[in-house]
């Protein structure tokens, strides 16, 4: 099945978008006026790995780190002092420390991939012609303004995520699984994470989904991610805060009601997905990409280069919504393989994906786009009720 061209209110958007990156190209490049330490405007073409660590860290935006840091350090003391624990879960301070550790590998693993990108340019899913800089754009193609509204996402994004959490963990007894002990197998165990990663990724599938076809959430909160046509690990959470709360809704937290994991899978599957989400906007794709690599035999895997065309496209990019694995675009007929080089194909990349596609078209209208998420949530809530 092919995928379908762009509509006409699409190809009038993406007309007047790529205008605008034509009058940008007549304008002097002045680098001077970027935010300070922001980013990086050149690529080191002759860079060892060993030799790369950016100081960016998400945003570079000290207010957001210094939140950060003061609400973890609060966190964790309040629940060490007084061991909050709540019935059925783990106790709050592991839920704390597990805040500190994923912040740190997003930053740790956000390095490396900008480290692999710097250093092994073949690597890189686009030309590097096509990350030239135009006007007084940064690396990934933003503008100062958009730079600014982004710094200021960070610090919505930071804030929603970690009051949800906390309300979680308050309201959900046993959403955060506490320890016991597992007698199921090994395999068992392996089997319901791929599950949970399914689910979740179906739920995250029809939302990514959903913010491309409803015009008002494409113009008000998703379009602010897709200001990155060259994504970079850096861009992995650069979106509207609520962009990110309902993905942390329909995915992680409807996966762990309906598939609950055990508390070492619930902790493997955090790590596995900050991971996966780093890679696919990293630039590069190859064995680099960790938990790509490890998971080239599910069905219809997907690779950054994947997610990267799709991120080209800008407003035309109706294709390659998923967030793990890569059934459900195959499934439902969006399935796009991109610049899908040598050596970093996946089996299914050359395979015809009509042959297991559904017409789904009908969920591409304004309203209709809701339904699979209205028929999951209502799953979610009978589940949870009962």
Request: net charge neutral; aromatic share 12%.
């Amino acid at each position: 099945m092919k995928t379908e061209p762009p509509d006409k209110e699409e190809m009038k958007e993406e007309s007047i978008y790529e205008e605008k990156e034509e009058e940008d190209t007549s304008k002097k490049e002045d680098t001077s006026k970027l935010p300070p330490r922001a980013y990086v405007t050149h690529i080191p073409e002759k860079l060892h790995m060993s030799q790369h660590f950016s100081s960016l860290m998400l945003s570079c935006d000290p207010l957001t780190t210094v939140l950060e840091l003061t609400c973890l350090f609060v966190l964790s003391l309040i629940s060490w002092v007084y061991e909050i624990q709540v019935q059925g879960s783990m106790s709050l301070l592991e839920v704390a420390m597990g805040m500190c550790v994923l912040s740190v590998l997003r930053r740790v693993y956000n390095n490396y991939l900008e480290a692999v990108y710097c250093t092994f340019p073949l690597h890189r899913t686009q030309p590097i012609k096509q990350h030239m800089l135009k006007g007084e754009r940064d690396l990934v193609g933003r503008d100062k303004e958009q730079l600014a509204a982004i710094v200021v996402q960070d610090r919505l994004t930071f804030i929603s995520q970690f009051c949800l959490d906390l309300f979680v963990y308050f309201s959900l007894p046993g959403f955060y699984p506490a320890h016991s002990t597992n007698t199921s197998s090994v395999t068992r165990r392996v089997l319901q994470l791929v599950l949970n990663h399914y689910l979740m990724s179906f739920g995250m599938y029809w939302t990514h989904r959903a913010l491309h076809k409803n015009v008002w959430l494409w113009r008000n909160i998703h379009s602010i991610h897709h200001w990155a046509k060259h994504p970079l690990s850096r861009t992995t959470y650069q979106d509207h805060w609520f962009d990110n709360f309902g993905n942390a809704i329909v995915g992680h937290i409807f996966a762990q009601i309906l598939v609950p994991l055990d508390a070492q899978m619930f902790w493997v599957s955090r790590v596995l997905r900050v991971c996966e989400s780093l890679e696919k906007h990293s630039g590069v794709s190859g064995y680099f990409n960790l938990v790509h690599s490890v998971q080239r035999w599910l069905p219809y895997a997907q690779m950054p280069h994947h997610h990267d065309w799709h991120h080209e496209g800008h407003k035309g990019c109706n294709y390659t919504f998923s967030s793990l694995g890569g059934l459900w675009d195959c499934v439902f007929g969006t399935r796009k393989s991109g610049r899908a080089k040598e050596g970093v194909q996946t089996l299914w990349d050359n395979l015809e994906q009509g042959r297991f596609s559904f017409d789904t078209k009908y969920f591409d209208g304004m309203y209709t786009c809701f339904i699979p998420l209205c028929a999951l949530s209502g799953i979610v809530v009978n589940s949870f009720v009962s």
